[in-house]
């Protein structure tokens, strides 16, 4: 009896294994890796006379100046291992870069952006601060968070906000939601198909993101911002 239940097991395995490797191969699209080990998130501060808030997003980024960086390092079950709690100015604006590796130790962001077809399965979000957001501000200081890539890792141009996914964003907190710390995460979405072209850009923090847009959670980063006081212009 006991010989029978270890060839079952084995059979088991077996046909897992054989389950797994055929579903990577039937995807049509570069395979994902099966986890991410460790991420991190960097935020560059960016300025400039061209650089302003519009809306739900921003001009100007291309003539802006790169800052200083901050590092955000995480875990694989997305807790801050250092900087988890930031002191940000509330009317700069930063670039924000998702950086990932998997179990072997490749760095694996760029697999999301591969090409359009993949790409068109994921979006980032960042959830969470009960932010007032830009286009519902009465002077342009809400928050805006703008994925904006601008080519696929094969070359061709991302086109327009839809197709945007968010492994590189920029954000702004916004003088409406200085002072009390906002707990926030960032979430890399894998989408149903169809899914990411419906999302707008106002739809980032909002709290129902998992409902109204069908999918799994990725990656989900969580973070804590205080927003101070910012510069004069």
């Known amino acids: 009896m006991k010989k029978q239940n270890k060839f079952a097991a084995w059979a088991l395995v077996g046909f897992t294994v054989l389950s797994i ?5 039937d ?15 960097i935020l560059t501060e960016i300025s400039g006379e061209s650089v302003e808030a519009h809306g739900d997003h921003f001009h100007g980024l291309d003539g802006g100046t790169e800052g ?11 807790v801050a291992t250092a900087n988890g709690h930031l002191h940000l100015e509330a009317d700069a604006v930063y670039k924000i870069e998702l950086k990932a590796w998997d179990y072997a130790g490749k760095e694996i962001q760029q697999d999301f952006i591969v090409n359009k077809g993949t790409a068109a399965n994921y979006k980032a979000f960042l959830i969470g601060g009960d932010f007032i957001l830009n286009p519902d501000s009465d002077d342009e200081s809400g928050a805006i968070f703008q994925p904006r890539e601008q ?3 094969d070359g061709t141009p991302v086109d327009g906000k839809y197709e945007t996914t968010g492994i590189l ?5 916004g003088h409406d939601n200085e002072g009390a710390t906002k707990t926030v995460t960032y979430v890399l979405r894998k989408l149903d198909a169809g899914v990411k072209a419906l999302i707008e850009r106002t739809d980032w923090n909002r709290t129902d ?15 804590e911002i205080h927003a101070e006081h910012g510069h004069a212009h």
């Open 21 to 25: 490797a055929s579903c990577n191969k």
């Open 68 to 78: 200083e960086s901050i590092v955000i390092p995480f875990d694989e079950n997305g």
């Open 209 to 223: 993101y998992a409902e109204a847009f069908a999918g799994e959670n990725v990656l989900e980063l969580k973070f």
């Open 151 to 153: 080519a696929y890792g």
């Open 27 to 41: 995807e049509g699209d570069q395979p994902l890796p099966q986890g991410i080990q460790r991420s991190e998130l």
């Open 169 to 173: 964003s920029y954000f702004t907190i």
